[in-house]
């Protein structure tokens, strides 16, 4: 295997669970069930003192801004005394922070899912320069690397997921616009740090289920096609003709 191809499998061991990753994340980002779950399980109409319905609307309406080109947003909803924004500024100016972490991993699953895609059929399909059996053994080692950093992850966060939590915070922004006050801020009553423990866990279960099936496939596929150490002669004892 020469250099550049080496570097190219280390790449495609290394992106395959970005991808994976990345894609689920920006599937959860998406999923208006999630939305719905967090209004219910956690009772957030008690907490904002907001209809379910006003809630699901802005829910609605902060999935469209991680999604589109705005680069603010404003959200009214229906309170007691009429009409109201439901963010402060505070949290406004966070929401737009949050949406470009959301987008920067949007671009990251693109760019890693290309490579992955690319990859596989630059090297295994077109050109046939490698086997799938060495496809399938990156895939595992992929899997490997995969469960390791994600099993890591976990035990931090099932340990003291409020520490790792604000540890995740001070890394991935340059302010504290994200250190919000669950006694008057909506946009952490709506989304309260439980409802995130549950995210985060959600993400690497099914992160790790889906490196999982591509771990079976690439162990069945590896199985079905291993050349057997004994020959059909030397099993029955027959001897060659010479």
């Known amino acids: 295997m020469g250099f550049a191809r080496q570097i190219a499998a280390l790449l495609f061991i290394v992106a395959l669970p970005i991808a994976l990753v990345t894609t689920t994340v920006r599937v959860v980002v998406n999923e208006p069930r999630l939305y719905e779950y967090v209004t219910d399980e956690y009772n957030t109409t008690a907490t904002t003192g907001f209809e379910r319905s006003e809630l699901l609307r802005a829910s609605g309406e902060l999935r469209d801004y991680f999604n589109n080109e705005d680069?603010?947003?404003?959200?009214?909803?229906?309170?007691?005394?009429?009409?109201?924004?439901?963010?402060?500024?505070?949290?406004?100016?966070?929401?737009?922070?949050?949406k470009a972490l959301f987008q920067l991993s949007f671009r990251v699953q693109e760019a890693t899912t290309l490579f992955v895609l690319a990859y596989v059929v630059a090297v295994f399909i077109w050109s046939k320069e490698?086997?799938?059996?060495?496809?399938a053994k990156q895939v595992l080692t992929s899997g490997l690397v995969t469960l390791l950093v994600i099993g890591a992850l976990g035990v931090a966060a099932v340990t003291d997921f409020h520490a790792a939590w604000d540890q995740f915070h001070v890394i991935a922004f340059n302010n504290d616009l994200w250190m919000l006050n669950p006694s008057r801020d909506h946009l952490i009553q709506m989304f309260p740090e439980p409802f995130w423990q549950d995210v985060v866990i959600g993400i690497g279960l099914g992160t790790l289920a889906e490196i999982a099936g591509l771990g079976l496939l690439s162990a069945v596929y590896l199985r079905v096609t291993k050349s057997p150490h004994v020959s059909a002669a030397a099993v029955s004892g027959a001897q060659p003709f010479a």
């Open 71 to 98: 680069e603010s947003i404003f959200v009214s909803v229906q309170g007691k005394g009429g009409p109201e924004s439901l963010f402060n500024p505070r949290e406004t100016e966070h929401l737009r922070n949050v």
């Open 130 to 135: 490698s086997s799938f059996r060495s496809l």
